[in-house]
């Protein structure tokens, strides 16, 4: 069975990073992009950006530009992003989320979610 | 531009045929994706490449097509429906990625 399993939930200080990690199995880690999501307390999804395991090229999305490092390790299949200069507006649950390389077939498998809390 | 723009909330009662709507300039030109999400669970992909419905995924959950409007289809709607709804779309070159505001379905 496919699964993203991430990394658990974080309390920050304002200006710190926060590191979450998504471990991948059931399938091969680099037939997939990992695609890291944003969503704030009671609001929408928003795409930070992608990483390709085969060669770890990265596409962020401007908005994160600048904060956003993704990384990843396919020794163990595991895709990393970190989130720098945290902000408490950056309070939010991050999800990991597969999609082909080779095809145009969607986010189909999705991690449980990471919960991470920005506070002083 | 890059956005997507989706009703802040659909109504119906059980049995019923939701429709949802997502709109934007991206979609006349890229393929859109639908996906499910319930209170503290993670997004669920019900549609993608527009019209294309994954295993596992109920037979009343359909999408389509037309110009720069995309719409998801929900027959005979069920209580379990009552969810979020994205539609998810790409710029002209797949690049960058982007989610409508969502639309919150509640079965009456």
């Not at chain 1, 390790?73 to 989130?83: G, H």
């Not at chain 2, 009703?7 to 979609?27: K, M, W």
């Not at chain 2, 359909?62 to 069920?78: C, D």
């Amino acid at each position: 069975q496919v699964h993203l399993v991430q990394s658990g939930a974080e309390v920050k200080k304002p200006g710190a990073s926060v590191n979450v990690s998504c471990k991948a199995s059931g399938y091969t880690f680099t037939d997939y992009h990992m695609h890291w999501v944003r969503q704030a307390p009671g609001q929408g999804l928003e795409w930070m950006g992608r990483i390709n395991p085969n060669n770890g090229a990265t596409i962020y999305a401007q908005k994160f530009q600048g904060r956003v490092t993704m990384t990843r390790d396919t020794s163990i299949s595991t895709a990393y992003m970190e989130l720098s200069r945290l902000r408490s507006d950056d309070t939010a649950v991050f999800y990991c989320a597969r999609d082909p390389v080779a095809a145009k077939d969607g986010m189909d498998v999705w991690g449980q979610g990471t919960t991470v809390t920005v506070s002083s | 531009s890059h956005e997507l723009t989706q009703p802040p909330s659909v109504s119906v009662s059980p049995g019923q045929t939701a429709r949802i709507t997502c709109s934007g300039d991206l979609l006349s030109k890229q393929y859109s994706y639908w996906f499910q999400q319930k209170p503290g669970q993670a997004p669920v992909l019900v549609t993608y490449k527009d019209s294309e419905r994954p295993s596992g995924i109920p037979e009343r959950f359909s999408g389509s097509s037309s110009g720069t409007t995309v719409t998801l289809t929900i027959s005979g709607v069920q209580a379990e429906d009552e969810a979020d709804y994205y539609c998810q779309s790409a710029d002209s070159s797949s690049t960058y990625w982007v989610f409508g505001g969502g639309t919150k379905l509640t079965v009456l």
